[in-house]
């Protein structure tokens, strides 16, 4: 049985950085591409950031290019995400997802919570 | 940049009815990149249809997806007390996702 679970969210200060962790399970790892989604509170789906499976391709949401980085280790079964330079509008809680054909997301972890605030 | 569009906002029905969803691309996408998902409050997103008419496992045959180009539908045939939710459409295109902004099915 497939599992994604997320870790690694909690509540920091503007401008602060923060790292996402994403422990995957129950599939063969390295045989899928992996992506980040995120949710702000009371709002609707928001595609982050996606990875490759062998990490030769990277992709950002305009919102957070520049800010986040997105990390995978085949080895480790894990997909990361290092979030830079923080701002109230990261507010989220983060899903990591399982990309099956390059076009949607079969498998989705329950989500780690990220609070910018001051 | 390929927005989606959903309407309506909000389906008020009651068990037993017809829902039918609606997304629209601002332009033409092909098929094979456009999902459905189901979201419960306090639950991630469950795909319910791929490549805009495949029932992803498990799902019930009462969920259908429909269209082209730009405009896409998602039918559920006979609601179910567990069916009211919120619904996404998602797209895959020039190297980028996008959702979106969601239909909410509430009982009526």
């Known amino acids: 049985e497939v599992h994604l679970v997320e870790s690694g969210g909690g509540l920091v200060q503007p401008g602060r950085s923060l790292r996402l962790s994403c422990a995957a399970s129950?599939?063969?790892?390295?045989?899928?591409?992996m992506d980040w989604v995120r949710q702000a509170p009371g709002k609707g789906l928001e595609w982050v950031s996606g990875?490759?499976?062998?990490?030769?391709?990277?992709e950002y949401a305009d919102s957070v290019k520049g800010r986040f980085t997105i990390s995978r280790d085949n080895a480790k079964n894990s997909l990361y995400l290092q979030m830079d330079s923080l701002r109230a509008d990261d507010t989220a809680l983060y899903y990591c997802?399982?990309?099956?054909?390059?076009?949607?997301?079969?498998?989705w972890g329950q989500g780690t919570l990220v609070a910018v605030s001051s | 940049e390929i927005v989606l569009t959903q309407s309506p906002g909000t389906l008020s029905l009651s068990p037993g009815e017809r829902a039918t969803l609606s997304c629209k691309a601002s332009q033409s996408i092909s098929s094979f990149y456009l999902a459905w998902y189901q979201q419960k409050p306090g639950q991630a997103p469950r795909l319910l249809i791929s490549g805009a008419s495949s029932r992803a496992t498990g799902i019930p045959d009462r969920f259908s997806g429909s269209g082209s180009g730009t405009d896409f539908t998602l039918t559920i045939s006979n609601l179910e007390p567990e069916d009211f939710a919120v619904y996404y459409c998602?797209?895959?295109?020039?190297?980028?996702?996008?959702f979106g902004p969601g239909t909410k099915v509430e009982i009526k």
């Open positions: 997802t399982r990309v099956f054909g390059g076009s949607h997301f079969d498998y």
């Open positions: 998602q797209q895959y295109g020039r190297a980028r996702f996008s």
């Open positions: 990875i490759s499976w062998n990490s030769l391709s990277r």
């Open positions: 129950g599939f063969t790892f390295d045989d899928y591409a």
